[in-house]
């Protein structure tokens, strides 16, 4: 599905990923952990195409789609949940989710469809739907941003740390909407900076420092390795 190789990324001239690699399969479930300022963001941002590497590759069903813009990304079928959710607050909650028609107009599912399960996921969202997107608190912001990628009818969806900054109450509403979404066998890549959100259902994790990956695996080994121990008895 998805695979990284060697890729490198420059910030204002300073280097964010040193030689990042990793892979993951159609319909897994992978979790990139690590502290604030390790490179996660960076890492999604730049597979979305937000961000050039200066060297490496991204390729994605076979294709080599380095460099592609976020619109050719989207259109391939990779949706996209940033951290800050990035939702219009000048348009409704039905018009934010009802976009991804527009940017891929053409998947095998219906549109009807595709805002079905939207709401599925998130159910709330009915009864918000004709409220603008100001006036959203940041956990029903987050529901919307899922959402919306949830309607481009993705083959991959990047998930940048759906559980930042919300409140206790509303994180297992989103953590029960993502394992929805799993439920469907769709692939998942979501980044995480706390090993208490880290959902224990993953397929694999990796985690980062630096830029560079320091360990690969399934979350059990993860928590029995010295080096992630290390990263974790930080911040994490």
């Known amino acids: 599905m998805l695979s990284i190789s060697d890729l490198a990324v420059d910030i204002q001239g300073s ?19 690590g502290r604030n300022g390790a490179g996660k963001t960076t890492t999604l941002r730049t597979v979305m195409g937000y961000r050039k590497p200066a060297r490496g590759t991204i390729s994605l069903d076979g294709v080599d789609v380095t460099g592609w813009r976020p619109w050719q990304m989207a259109r391939h079928g990779v949706g996209f ?13 039905a018009e934010n989710i009802e976009l991804p028609l527009h940017t891929r107009p053409n998947t095998s599912r219906t549109a009807e469809s595709r805002i079905a399960m939207a709401y599925d996921v998130f159910p709330k969202l ?35 740390e759906p559980f930042e900054g919300l409140s206790p109450t509303i994180i297992p509403l ?41 360990f690969s695996g399934v979350l059990a080994d993860a928590l029995r390795n010295a080096t992630v121990a290390r990263v974790i008895g930080g911040e994490l």
Do not use: Q
């Open 126 to 160: 009915v009864r918000y739907k004709t409220r603008g997107g100001s006036e959203l608190s940041g956990g029903e912001r987050k529901m919307v941003s899922i959402a919306r990628a949830l309607a481009l009818d993705p083959d991959l969806l990047l998930l940048d």
């Open 15 to 33: 280097r964010i990923l040193n030689g990042l690699s990793l892979a993951m399969g159609k319909g897994e479930f992978v979790c990139l952990l």
């Open 174 to 214: 989103i953590s029960d909407g993502i394992s929805s979404i799993r439920s469907m066998g769709r692939s998942i890549f979501m980044t995480e900076s706390s090993l208490d959100h880290v959902p224990p259902n993953i397929d694999r994790l990796h985690v980062i420092e630096r830029g560079e990956i320091i």
């Open 81 to 93: 949940s940033p951290e800050e959710s990035e939702i219009f607050a000048d348009l409704t909650v």
